[in-house]
């Protein structure tokens, strides 16, 4: 009789325990830092991007619904996410989405300092970002997982004054064989690195200096301007036809 006994409570327990698992989503990691440097444009500062995972441990496909809440970012920025369907606006704060028994999909949130991607960098506000997701099943609202984004821009904006950094700019852009600078005067060096963050080349500047980039594929680059003290004066997008 007592082993009868033990055995039910033994069935209960661990039916019990079956049932909270079916019923478990999570959010890995719980807490995902993530950073870019001004002065680097290989670090990628005008899209910072933290990426997560969430995952249905239940033995069914289930309809959940993620929802952001951005906790603390620096003036000029904006924020947006990422799930197993699609790359979403910075102003979708939720959206649902469904996830089979268990399997596992991403959840990625995205920083744009500049406010949105391949924006201008030049006057953006370094700092500190914060945004919290939480998923919830739909219908089910104990049935919920949360974790932290947090996005680190350092560095300094320009290297010289302000109005002069913004009288530089490429010409022709796009370019085809190659490009000038204009205002170059502060300038003694280029970097070019394509959108993926590697560098192609880097030369030395002087005014009216042709720079060849017959080499190079079509595609979008980014032109990393420095000045006479190794100061990152600015970045423009350059496009490749």
């Known amino acids: ?37 001004l002065d680097d444009v290989s670090t990628m500062p005008g899209d910072i991007v933290g990426h997560g995972f969430v995952t249905n441990h239940s033995d069914e496909t289930k ?19 990422c799930d197993i369907n699609l790359c979403y606006f910075h102003t979708v704060d939720s959206m649902q989405f469904e996830l089979a028994a268990g399997m596992q999909g991403i959840v990625d949130v995205h920083a744009y300092p500049g406010g949105s991607p391949g924006a201008d960098l030049d006057l ?27 996005f680190i821009l350092d560095g300094t904006p320009v290297g010289v004054d302000e109005l002069e950094a913004q009288q530089i700019g490429i010409f022709p852009n796009p370019a085809t064989n190659y490009f000038n600078i204009s205002n170059s ?40 301007m420095i000045d006479d003290e190794n100061a990152v004066v600015k970045t423009i997008k350059l496009k490749k036809s």
Do not use: H
């Open 1 to 37: 009789m007592k082993r009868n006994i033990l055995l039910a409570f033994l069935f209960i327990m661990f039916s019990g325990m079956s049932l909270v698992a079916q019923d478990s989503i999570s959010l890995s990691p719980l807490f995902i830092s993530t950073g870019a440097d």
């Open 63 to 81: 309809t959940f619904f993620w929802k952001r809440t951005i906790e603390e970012v620096p003036e000029g920025w904006t924020t947006a996410v």
């Open 124 to 150: 953006v506000n370094p700092g500190t970002g914060k945004v919290v997701i939480s998923i919830t099943e739909v219908g089910n609202d104990e049935n919920t997982a949360s974790a932290e984004w947090e």
């Open 185 to 224: 005067n502060e300038l003694s060096q280029i970097q070019v690195f394509n959108i993926l963050g590697k560098k192609m080349f880097e030369t030395n500047v002087t005014e009216g200096k042709r720079f060849d980039i017959t080499d190079l594929s079509k595609g979008i680059y980014l032109v990393r």
